[in-house]
């Protein structure tokens, strides 16, 4: 009793392989679930030397743990998370800690944070990314709370984090929720990419009519180039895989499911009023997969006629990447953008270096690019925009020509790229000096007297119109 150092809540896929990677670094660990299948059978699945302990009472579960307790929940988001926190308080002392390692809200985590203040308990907020084998071999970790309590967090999350260069992927981000706010906006740059990765396989199939075997071969070898990431990689392996004759891939149907938190990203981007347009766009896009029957429908009675573009050049393959890689860096752009903003105005204290740091490694969106952003901002930790940076603004340079010539083939054909049209949107209205929103401006005075701002006086004005 009480020897272990660590505790679970959720023997889930993600609990159990967090656990079990705790125990491969010599952590003495205990875990609690409801179901004792679950209990069981991580029970069962301890290896030689690993010392685990597996519990469906949460009263013995908190009597294993040492003083003062460190314990994880990995439950579902929402009453799931609340429920866990009330079972485990009546048994808890002050100065024990508390980590929701769930994709969570931020806001539920700025009031559980409060409420187990008072308690004298420490509660933290903790993105996890890198899905099961990521829990299991080396997650990207992004814990936000009391900086002085994550002190004793330290040793298990650096044990058991993905490691790029010999630094563990994970490290204290900031107060309060900052980070499932990190996470948050992570996920929101993961549904970006994956639908920019998806507009351009639609281009290669529907446009330049290359095959599955072509186009496999394409995001294999743009994996070992600029566009080296997790997602290009496995869309590569993704588009291997047969059943029998035919590609799975070409089986799978194209109603996109979706768990909320890109929309998250976009909802709150728009409290803050940061443009994150190609995150919107992939929310907006898997919206769209919904509606199934329409699109059918709509298909048949909305053509377009279009001519035949070349099937598969060099020359187009080539504009193909490097448009994605224009836009994939204009969606990273966004998000750390949003959390630049939302650093400000929620007192994180976020050092956008050390995020982009630990997404290096071990995380969804995890790609060769993060290490440009990391030095951009060791260079200049003030950076507003990554685009500001001179680095990477000449890689955006040097891929327009490429993003207008694949976006101007996309509309010759009717193919849909809303993704990739808001990347080169995003682009031109942030370098633009002076946007047509003077006639906006304009446009709300004459109808509602909200005023306006001159270039050559200051003030605010009103004009009668009419």
């Given amino acids: 009793m009480n020897k272990y150092n660590f505790g679970i809540v959720g023997l889930g896929v993600m609990g159990r392989n967090l656990l079990l990677n705790m125990a491969d670094n010599g952590f003495a660990v205990a875990g609690l679930d409801l179901d004792p299948e679950k209990a069981e059978s991580l029970q069962a699945e301890a290896q030689d030397g690993q010392d685990i302990k597996a519990t469906t009472h949460a009263e013995e579960f908190i009597g294993l743990l040492q003083q003062p307790r460190t314990i994880m929940l990995l439950v579902p988001a929402g009453k799931p998370v ?51 084998s990521g829990a299991r071999r080396g997650p990207s970790l992004m814990p936000g709370g009391n900086r002085e309590a994550y002190e004793r967090l330290r040793p298990v999350f650096e044990a058991v984090a993905a490691k790029v260069n010999g630094e563990p992927c994970v490290e204290f981000l900031g107060n309060g929720s900052a980070g499932n706010y990190v996470k948050m906006v992570h996920n929101g740059i993961e549904y970006g990419i994956m639908q920019l990765i998806a507009e351009t396989y639609d281009l290669m199939k529907k446009v330049y009519r290359m095959d599955n075997a072509a186009i496999q071969l394409a995001f294999e070898q743009w994996n070992k180039e600029e566009l080296s990431s997790f997602l290009v990689e496995i869309t590569a392996q993704i588009l291997k895989k047969k059943e029998g004759e035919t590609y799975l891939v070409d089986l799978i149907s194209d109603w996109a499911k979706s768990k909320g938190t890109g929309k998250w990203t976009s909802q709150n981007a728009m409290d803050l009023q940061v443009p994150v347009p190609v995150i919107d766009a992939a929310v907006n896009m898997r919206d769209m997969s919904k509606y199934k029957p329409e699109r059918t429908e709509a298909a048949k009675i909305l053509p377009w006629n279009t001519g035949v573009i ?69 260079k200049n930790p003030q950076l507003r925009n990554i685009l500001l940076d001179k680095d990477i603004a000449q890689k955006l340079v040097a891929c327009q020509e490429s993003i207008r010539a694949v976006i101007k083939d996309a509309i010759d054909q009717g193919i849909p790229v809303s993704g990739l049209m808001n990347a080169l949107a995003y682009f031109d209205a942030y370098r633009s000096e002076n946007l047509p929103t003077n006639i906006i401006q304009a446009q709300r005075d004459y109808f509602g007297a909200h005023t306006y701002e001159r270039i050559d006086q200051a003030g605010v004005f009103h004009t009668q119109w009419d």
């Avoid at 024990?96 to 509660?123: A, M």
């Avoid at 993060?370 to 951009?376: I, S």
Wanted: aromatic residues 12%; charged residues 20%.
């Fill in 82 to 132: 609340d429920a866990a926190i009330a079972s485990l308080v009546p048994f808890l002392d002050k100065g024990d800690i508390i980590v929701d390692g769930g994709n969570t809200y931020f806001p539920d985590t700025d009031r559980r944070f409060n409420e187990l203040s008072e308690k004298g308990i420490h509660f933290f907020g903790m993105g996890i990314s890198g899905g099961e």
């Fill in 310 to 378: 070349a099937a598969g050049k060099e020359k187009n393959i080539g504009h193909l990447k490097q448009a994605l890689f224009f836009a994939v860096l204009t969606t990273y752009a966004q998000g750390l953008a949003q959390l630049t903003v939302a650093s400000e105005t929620y007192g994180y204290d976020l050092d956008l270096e050390v995020v982009t740091k630990i997404w290096r490694g071990g995380c969804i969106i995890r790609a060769a690019v993060l290490e440009d952003f990391r030095a951009a901002y060791a």
